[in-house]
């Protein structure tokens, strides 16, 4: 049949589906497949299975032709690669063969879109592939580290080393959740196993993987002590499961009086047609210790060990049987609860599902130390009622006599950064020409100032109160001046208070605007980290860091002239923030580079 | 017939209680700047200051018949409470009773604020004890909640004029941030030349009003206009909104203000030099070597990334 690797067929080349075709021979390795025409002038193709994104064919048919389409990215219309084969057989070996191909380039695809940057690595860096796993994910989930990732790393500005360096928590978040919780049991109730029937055939097949077979010793008692007695001395463990799923058979088909008749024959059928017993003792102890103090209006139809439940079956039908059969029946509800019990426990044990047995034993195990437990518990008695005398007189409240409940507080919150990138407009004003810190000069020594303070105050009680408090006009100056201060903010900031310049400018211009602000301050972090310039490593990084800086300018003036005139005011108030603090790095940079080449020269 | 189910406690948010009173009963507390030596330079006489203070301390207090008002001085070199509408001395006073008390008992806390001071001469015009105030108004507010369910609703109200004492930085922000977890809104009418920094942090963190009156001899209808509302009704009524925040923070070893900075990575403390180790935690500093830039802590601080 050929190399695994490599399938050569001979097919025809077709642009589309009536194109009569060009023979030739079809040769597919897993990297690419090559396609060289009979006739040497015409095409020939060699397409790696990079570009390669799915493959359609035809349907077998004899009057349909054997088609495998390779079709490319969907942004190419049409763009794909027809074959037309000679038998449907041909056809679809190199249809396998291209699953198989494509399954491998899609593995080695994606990692290779966002890992082109671990070329880059420093050689000293050992990844290994858990951090790369957890990197490419956090890089997937949040769109805007996305953005700087692909800002910075890929243009080559920062390495990945640098980028992660600060973002270790992110990474670390993740590998907490991983592996701590252990998984407990389904709440499906996967030990009520349903088989198939064959009518053809009349056969009954029951299923049994290793989950379900440890659910079935954890939630039936008696069938497991059964297995630990009959299995390997008296049967085969194909034999115990095959006479389980039997009882299984009967008690679904509720044929209790069939039911009955084999019991009588058999008893080690008898155990699973049986009510369990086990089961039975353990709930009578649950009982006798349930806490008196709950305050549970139990009354004899919640004892479900007996009786059964409200005459409701287990498919809903209402049927009345003999007491002859009682034993023989069983009931939703004890099974349900049951089964809920056991998934509220959890795993008792932690052992490899394979081995039957050796399941069975572990559990064996763990229950017997859980009885002892029980048993040296109930031993103390007279202890025990006392606690529990103890244990009421706790538990009932007197509700006035309580303390009161807590003051209401407001929890503290921290904010998004975001949030400040607006309200930093003050700022902006003030180097824009405020008239700044005046520094008030008091010429009177300390003696005479409160002299004149104590002055003052005995004036006041003598003379009383400037009569009127305030001129009218005044008044009605002040009242408009703060009328109009109000919505002349409300004009420029809306009605919603919590609205900001920003909402008001279309959504892609604030988009930019908050993505240069993130990675002015990513590029800031690094830069600012990097001083003193100790080593050369730390003097490219920063020369890096400032072309990447340079960039950014005359994208922010950009925006501005494409707002709105009447925008463009508060935009540049927010953008001068970020150009005030990238102008600070450059002279920052510049300072340092003339100190550092006078140091030079010196030398 | 007993079905275990698993059942997710969903956390009810405490929800401050509605106070038995009528919801616009409120309890004032004014914070009263009388820092002598702003006083002696400043453009409004102190005399028609108080004027202004004790007829809206008045209004105040006919708003609603169970409204209260603290009055808490912020000396140069002490506080104290001035007055306070509650207690039985003050009870069934009449308005000219009020001031008389009230300017009895400040003009023997001036006396007592003099007696503490100890240089002669003063730089500038100094600072007043803004963090004091802040603390006492806190702790009056405090008993009030612990009163009992029926009570009126605190706010603060700062008639600041000195400058910001950057000393004070760390008690003034602890003192918002204890405003702000108790639901209180600390206002702000700043009286001299320069904008306060730490006002205008402390009424945008707790949500409180900032303002700095333009003409100062109409003070009287700025507090009526802004500061009476009680704070049901602040939340269908349309008050001055600040431009802009000053965040900056003050350094812990100089007191300056300042733009950039070195953080604590343990504690948080802020640095304007390089240091051997932290001032209050007092975990050493790493040197900055080549590769590894994360044991030391330089960062630059950006106004608008400080919280």
Redesign the interface.
């Known amino acids: 049949m050929g190399a695994a690797t490599q399938v050569v067929r001979r097919a025809k080349y077709k642009t589309s589906v009536k194109d009569p075709g060009t023979a030739g021979v079809l040769k597919m390795t897993e990297e690419k497949f090559v396609f060289l025409p009979n006739d040497p002038r015409s095409i020939k193709l060699e397409v790696d299975f990079k570009f390669i994104k799915g493959h359609k064919f035809t349907k077998e048919g004899s009057n349909k032709q054997a088609l495998l389409n390779l079709t490319q990215e969907s942004e190419i219309k049409g763009g794909g690669y027809i074959f037309e084969f000679e038998t449907f057989s041909d056809r679809d070996v190199c249809r396998d063969f291209v699953g198989k191909a494509l399954a491998k380039s899609e593995g080695a695809a994606k990692p290779s879109v966002s890992e082109r940057s671990a070329v880059t690595l420093n050689q000293d860096e050992q990844l290994n592939k858990v951090e790369m796993e957890r990197r490419i994910k956090l890089l997937r989930e949040n769109s805007e580290l996305q953005k700087l990732h692909k800002e910075f790393v890929i243009s080559g500005v920062l390495t990945e080393a640098?980028f992660w360096?600060?973002r270790k928590k992110l990474l670390d978040g993740d590998s907490g959740k991983v592996s701590k919780q252990r998984v407990g049991f389904k709440s499906a109730m996967i030990s009520d196993v349903k088989p198939l029937t064959d009518g053809r055939t009349n056969k009954v097949t029951f299923s049994l993987t290793p989950e379900i077979i440890h659910q079935i010793f954890a939630e039936k008692p008696a069938v497991h002590q059964a297995f630990l007695n009959f299995v390997p001395s008296k049967m085969t463990e194909m034999d115990f499961w095959t006479k389980y799923c039997r009882a299984e058979y009967l008690h679904r088909t509720k044929n209790s009086v069939a039911a009955a008749a084999e019991a009588a024959e058999d008893e080690e059928l008898a155990v699973f047609l049986n009510h369990d017993d086990i089961l039975a003792s353990e709930a009578r102890r649950k009982i006798r210790r349930v806490d008196p103090t709950l305050d549970m209006e139990a009354d004899q139809?919640?004892d479900?060990t007996h009786l059964s439940?409200?005459g409701i079956l287990r498919d809903g039908n209402k049927e009345i049987t003999d007491t002859q059969y009682e034993q023989y029946r069983r009931t939703l509800?004890q099974d349900?609860?049951r089964h809920?019990?056991v998934v509220?426990e959890g795993r008792a044990i932690d052992v490899e599902l394979g081995d039957t047995r050796s399941v069975a034993e572990a559990l064996a195990r763990s229950k017997r130390v859980l009885t002892a437990v029980e048993l040296a518990n109930e031993s103390s008695d007279g202890n025990a009622i006392k606690e529990r005398v103890d244990k009421i007189s706790r538990m009932t409240e007197i509700e006035d006599l309580q303390a009161p409940h807590?003051?209401?507080?407001?929890?503290?919150c921290?904010?998004d950064?975001r949030d400040?990138?607006?309200?930093?407009?003050?700022?902006?004003?003030?180097t824009l020409g405020d008239?700044?810190?005046?520094?008030?000069?008091?010429s009177?020594?300390?003696?005479?100032?409160?002299g004149?303070?104590?002055e003052?105050?005995?004036?006041?009680?003598v003379v009383?109160?400037?009569e009127p408090?305030?001129?009218p006009d005044?008044?009605l100056?002040?009242?408009n001046?703060?009328t109009q201060?109000?919505s002349s903010?409300?004009y420029h900031?809306g009605t919603n208070?919590h609205e900001s310049v920003l909402d008001r400018l279309p959504n892609v211009t604030k988009e930019e605007l908050l993505h240069h602000w993130t990675s002015i301050?990513e590029l800031?972090?690094h830069f600012?980290?990097?001083?003193?310039i100790?080593?050369p490593?730390?003097g490219t990084k920063v020369n890096r860091l400032k072309d990447a800086m340079s960039h950014i300018y005359p994208q922010l003036q950009e925006i501005k002239e494409s707002v709105q005139s009447d925008l463009r005011h508060q935009v540049s108030l927010l953008v001068q923030?970020m150009i005030q603090?990238l102008d600070?790095a450059f002279a920052h940079y510049d300072a340092d580079s003339h100190k550092r080449a006078a140091q030079n020269a010196e030398r | 017939?007993?079905?275990?189910l698993l059942v997710e406690t969903a956390e009810i948010?405490?929800?401050?209680?509605v106070p038995l009173y009528a919801d616009d009963v409120s309890l004032l507390m004014v914070l009263l700047d009388?820092n002598?030596?702003?006083?002696?330079?400043a453009s409004l006489?102190?005399?028609?200051f108080?004027?202004?203070v004790?007829?809206f301390l008045n209004s105040a207090l006919l708003l609603n018949q169970l409204n209260q008002v603290v009055v808490v001085a912020t000396g140069f070199n002490s506080c104290d409470y001035i007055y306070d509408s509650s207690s039985s001395a003050a009870f069934n006073q009449s308005s000219?009773a009020l001031?008389?008390t009230l300017?009895?008992t400040?003009?023997e806390f001036?006396?007592k604020?003099?007696q503490l001071?100890t240089?002669?001469?003063?730089i500038?015009?100094?600072s007043s004890l803004l963090s004091g105030s802040l603390s006492m108004a806190l702790c009056y507010i405090q008993r009030v909640?612990?009163s009992g369910p029926i009570r009126p609703q605190p706010r603060i109200l700062c008639l600041q004029g000195s400058?910001d004492g950057p000393e004070q930085y760390v008690a003034i922000m602890n003192s918002i941030?204890s405003a702000?977890?108790?639901?209180v809104p600390i206002d702000s009418c700043v009286i001299g030349?320069?904008h306060s920094a730490f006002l205008?942090q402390a009424s945008?963190i707790t949500g409180g009003v900032y303002l700095k009156?333009?003409?100062m001899?109409?003070m009287?209808?700025?507090l009526s206009?802004?500061f009476a509302t009680d704070l049901h009704s602040r939340s269908f009524l349309?008050?001055?909104?600040?431009?802009?925040?000053?965040?900056?923070a003050s350094c812990f070893c100089h007191k300056n203000t300042i733009d950039?900075g070195y953080i604590c990575s343990v504690c948080l403390s802020i640095f304007c030099k390089h240091h051997k180790k932290c001032s209050t935690c007092g975990s050493v500093f790493g040197k900055?070597?080549?590769?590894d830039?994360?044991t030391?802590d330089?960062?630059?601080k950006?106004?608008?990334?400080?919280?």
């Open positions: 640098e360096a600060t139809g919640d479900y439940d409200h509800s349900l609860n809920a019990a509220l807590d003051l209401p507080l407001a929890p503290l921290i904010k950064p400040y990138f607006d309200t930093q407009q003050a700022n902006a004003l003030k008239s700044g810190t005046r520094r008030m000069k008091c009177l020594s300390s003696t005479e100032a409160y004149s303070l104590k003052i105050i005995s004036e006041i009680k009383g109160l400037s408090v305030l001129e005044v008044a100056k002040v009242f001046g703060l201060n109000i903010t409300k900031m208070s301050q800031l972090k600012w980290s990097s001083y003193p100790t080593t490593y730390l923030p603090a600070a | 017939m007993c079905i275990c948010p405490l929800m401050a209680p009388t002598p030596f702003f006083w002696s330079t006489s102190f005399s028609s108080l004027s202004h004790l007829a000219p001031c008389t300017l009895q400040l003009e001036v006396s604020d003099e001071s240089k002669n001469e003063v500038g015009i100094g909640f612990r400058p941030f702000q977890r108790s639901m030349g320069q205008q945008y009156p333009q003409q001899d109409g009287f209808q700025y206009t802004v349309q008050l001055p909104k600040p431009a802009g925040i000053d965040f900056r950039m900055s070597s080549a590769v830039n994360l030391s330089r960062k630059r950006h106004p608008e990334t400080c919280p």
